[in-house]
């Protein structure tokens, strides 16, 4: 009977009247309606966006890289001997292959190096690997190649042949086309060629040791010709060239030796779990290393989760105020009931039925609210891409331009627990905003309320 009768007064009080609380009870539930759908709205489209982000990181490159260090070089009067023997690829990857996580595992080499175009010498980033073991990267890798201009034939990934895959970026820059055959040079022939040449300039040396320095040095410069066998969108895979095994090999001069060796795992965001499972195995040699993909971009991750949570925070600043406006909404309305609060009072209700009358009153613009704000957020997701292309058209405003953000839609994915932990906290701040003034309201001596 008491709830009843709480519940009674409270949806009592809620009618619809001609008057400034009913003004103010309505501002409050669209006030939470906003905050509820604007922050699921957000909080939905910052976690696609965080999915999507991910997809992209694990879509050009391993999930698990072993690095191992270079062979150490002997100082003066020091032997190689003096070292401990550098341990062998082939036996490292023997032994992770046999980890039931552990979906393909691949040799590669990796570093900077120089391509000569039309114009000028230009950087690239090379990742060279071998057939046998990349097909899951290659798979990845081959869903953002850039389609054939006319009079094109692209094969793609021929890793049998010396061949090179590079980014759109490198091919606009330069004028390159698919089927154009393109020269790299060696990083450390380069340096050796640069060393000479100071050498050459060198007052100290005959006129024969100069000409034998020149000889080595163009012997030095020699490039390595490759065939562009397909072109990569760059935004979406990192901007490196990618070359067979061999090619890169001996651009490296690695003799037989790799810089490491690339892991394709079951579940690319357990990559961590599965660092430390092989860390504890004790499976790498001293001279081997690893890290995963997260690990490689730590600080891109961070900064998502940071604005993710940065927007969370100040997007819920409107359901605090939401909660501010039920407040006052609960103090305008105990002070106009303030007689009948002491009537109540008289009569022998106590201090928890009184309160419990505006408690319910705020619960009921919250729910109310509330609910009216999650359909309202749904809605919006599922017409989200129609409300860009309004944007754009009406108002020339671009939301989540595909220019910036390289995706063909805004993405979006809603999480039920952030749902429950949006809907739950506006509900909670209302009814707070309810209890305080209700409670002092309903603490009044009866005498003094009916006097007045």
């Known amino acids: 009977m008491i709830n009843n009768a709480s519940l009674f007064l409270a949806l009592r009080y809620l009618q619809p009247k001609r008057s400034f609380v009913s003004v103010i009870t309505l501002?409050?539930?669209?006030?939470?309606?906003?905050?509820?759908?604007?922050?699921?709205?957000?909080?939905?489209?910052?976690?696609?966006?965080?999915?999507?982000?991910?997809?992209?990181?694990?879509?050009?490159?391993p999930h698990v890289l072993l690095l191992q260090d270079a062979p150490p070089v002997p100082e003066k009067g020091e032997s190689i001997d003096d070292y401990p023997k550098p341990s062998k690829w082939q036996d490292v990857m023997a032994q992770v292959e046999k980890m039931s996580a552990v979906v393909s595992a691949t040799p590669f080499v990796s570093g900077l190096s120089f391509i000569k175009t039309k114009t000028d010498p230009a950087p690239v980033e090379i990742y060279g690997m071998r057939a046998k073991g990349s097909e899951a990267m290659v798979k990845k890798l081959s869903e953002h190649f850039v389609?054939?201009?006319?009079?094109?034939?692209?094969s793609g990934f021929d890793l049998e042949i010396d061949s090179i895959v590079i980014s759109d970026q490198l091919a606009n820059q330069h004028g390159i086309r698919i089927g154009d055959t393109i020269d790299i040079y060696s990083p450390g022939n380069l340096k050796a060629a640069v060393a000479?040449?100071?050498?050459?300039?060198?007052?100290?040396?005959?006129?024969?040791?100069?000409?034998?320095?020149d000889e080595d040095t163009r012997v030095l410069v020699t490039p390595l010709p490759v065939i562009v066998t397909g072109i990569l969108k760059g935004e979406e895979t990192g901007y490196r060239a990618f070359i067979p095994l061999h090619v890169g090999q001996e651009l490296f001069e690695l003799s037989g030796r790799v810089h490491g060796i690339g892991l394709e795992?079951?579940?690319?965001?357990?990559?961590?779990?599965f660092l430390g499972d092989l860390m504890n195995a004790q499976v790498l040699p001293f001279d081997w290393s690893a890290n995963s993909w997260m690990d490689r971009h730590w600080q891109r991750l961070s900064a998502v989760a940071q604005e993710k949570?940065?927007?969370?925070?100040?997007l819920a600043l409107v359901s605090l105020v939401a909660a501010f406006s039920v407040a006052n909404t609960t103090i305008t309305v105990t002070v106009q009931k303030r007689r009948e609060i002491g009537m109540l009072s008289s009569m022998g209700a106590r201090v928890r039925q009184i309160v419990g009358i505006f408690v319910l009153q705020g619960l009921i613009v919250a729910s109310v609210g509330t609910l009216l704000g999650y359909i309202g957020g749904k809605l919006v997701l599922y017409f989200r891409n129609d409300i860009r292309e309004f944007m754009a058209d009406a108002f020339g405003i671009r939301i989540f331009d595909q220019a910036v953000y390289h995706l063909p839609s805004i993405p979006s994915h809603t999480v039920p627990a952030d749902i429950l932990i949006i809907c739950s906290t506006s509900i909670v701040l209302c009814l707070i905003g309810a209890l305080i003034p209700a409670y002092f309201a309903a603490r009044v001596d009866p005498a003094v309320a009916l006097r007045d």
């Open 265 to 273: 795992v079951h579940d690319a965001m357990t990559a961590d779990v």
């Open 27 to 61: 501002l409050s539930v669209l006030g939470i309606m906003l905050g509820v759908g604007v922050l699921i709205v957000v909080m939905s489209v910052m976690k696609g966006f965080e999915i999507e982000f991910k997809k992209m990181l694990i879509g050009f490159e």
């Open 196 to 213: 000479n040449a100071e050498k050459a300039n060198s007052e100290k040396l005959s006129e024969e040791e100069k000409k034998k320095l």
């Open 147 to 154: 389609e054939p201009r006319e009079g094109e034939t692209a």
């Open 309 to 314: 949570a940065m927007m969370f925070m100040v």
